[in-house]
């Protein structure tokens, strides 16, 4: 069905009172959040290009701003219509009206993190809302709500264009945020010129940002020594294929964290693949718990002078500990016969301050 025959099925249509689709006047509906939409899908046929776009209801009912449909409207309002088909959504303040933007936008992820960046800085820079709020309102994270910030507000605009061309994923454009605007479009170049995939890429950035001046030129002019080093000569065959193999498992991991479902799929297909991603996720931290339970434990001394205790490295015995361990010295057989007197004189005996009594030492026999 065309553009023309779908209006005109919604003419011949007598909807009644208090519908939830109509038409309206083209001259009536405003695209005030258009600018938080600057981001591009790609060439695919749009599905929805005969369905109504969404509206709300402002200014008492004189005015209706879009929500989603932008490219829908601009094409009608190209091809000359005056009236349009719509659905009404329930009236609600413009801070909500942009969490139902990014709603009506996100089952098919035709919402682009640059789309979601524009409207974290929108609902903080002129709804007054804290980040802490924000990701209340929109149901995230803190850490979500401070990229997708960084996200609208730091990058070049070439760097923001490639985020909404999908041509530079979120991962590596929140690394580019760190850079200057000017050295993000140089960095950006170098990694269009020598073909650099997303682990070079995230390494060049890294090294860039920690260079000074001289180095960073000579990273621009040749980051492929630094980013694809040649190998050592005395690292073994056997090494190296190990270094690969956990290379290509860094990589598969980063794919599998920006991996999202294609929009296009059908129902089916879709539940196929995210029953795969949730099954491939759970192997992931599986396999991460078996890692921590197979790290060694810290090693383990123990006290010579008690076979059967343990002792943590580093930790010093008290004083009582180091008396303990002493060796006893060694004593003559009068000392051995007198040692049950020696004992009734501890317990006995008086105050440090006070001699014993002459009479226990004349019962201890001479040598």
């Known amino acids: 069905m065309t553009v023309q025959g779908f209006v005109n099925t919604l003419s011949d249509l007598r909807a009644p009172p208090g519908a939830d689709i109509g038409y309206l006047p083209i001259d009536k509906i405003r695209t005030s959040f258009a600018y938080l939409r ?110 997708r910030l960084a996200l609208a507000t730091k990058l070049s605009p070439r760097a923001a264009e490639k985020l909404a061309c999908r041509d530079l994923g979120p991962t590596l454009a929140h690394f ?23 682990r070079e890429s995230t390494m060049l ?8 001046a001289v180095d960073r030129r000579a990273l621009l002019k040749d980051p492929l020594a630094t980013v694809r080093p040649e190998p050592s000569p005395i690292v073994s065959s ?11 498992v860094s990589k598969a991991l980063n794919e599998l964290r920006e991996l999202r479902v294609p929009p296009h799929l059908s129902a089916a297909e879709r539940r196929r693949i995210e029953a795969i991603q949730r099954r491939v996720r759970q192997e992931v931290i599986e396999t991460s718990r078996q890692l921590e339970k197979e790290v060694p434990s810290r090693e383990i001394i123990r006290n010579p002078c008690f076979p059967g205790s343990k002792r943590e490295p580093g930790k010093h015995l008290s004083a009582t500990s180091n008396n303990e361990c002493l060796p006893r010295p060694l004593c003559s057989k009068a000392e051995a016969g007198g040692e049950k007197i020696a004992k009734t004189t501890v317990t006995t005996s008086s105050p440090p301050d006070t001699p014993a009594p002459e009479k226990h030492r004349a019962d201890v026999p001479s040598p």
């Open 38 to 147: 600057p981001g591009r899908i790609g060439s695919q046929k749009d599905h929805l290009s005969d369905l109504p776009i969404r509206v709300v209801v402002v200014d008492d009912g004189s005015h209706f701003e879009v929500i989603d449909g932008f490219k829908r409207l601009a094409e009608w309002r190209a091809n000359g219509f005056t009236q349009i088909p719509v659905v009404f959504e329930q009236p609600c303040i413009p801070l909500l009206q942009k969490r139902l933007m990014m709603q009506a936008n996100s089952p098919s992820r035709t919402v682009s993190p640059l789309d979601e960046g524009r409207v974290v800085e929108s609902l903080i820079h002129d709804d007054k809302l804290t980040a802490k709020a924000v990701g209340h309102l929109l149901g995230r994270k803190p850490g979500w709500v401070s990229v």
């Open 176 to 198: 580019l945020t760190a850079l200057s605007h000017d050295d993000q479009d140089a960095v950006l170049a170098t990694i269009s010129c020598h073909g650099l995939n997303t």
């Open 205 to 212: 950035i890294q090294a860039f940002r920690i260079a000074d």
């Open 238 to 248: 056997q090494v190296a294929q190990l270094e690969q193999l956990l290379d290509g």
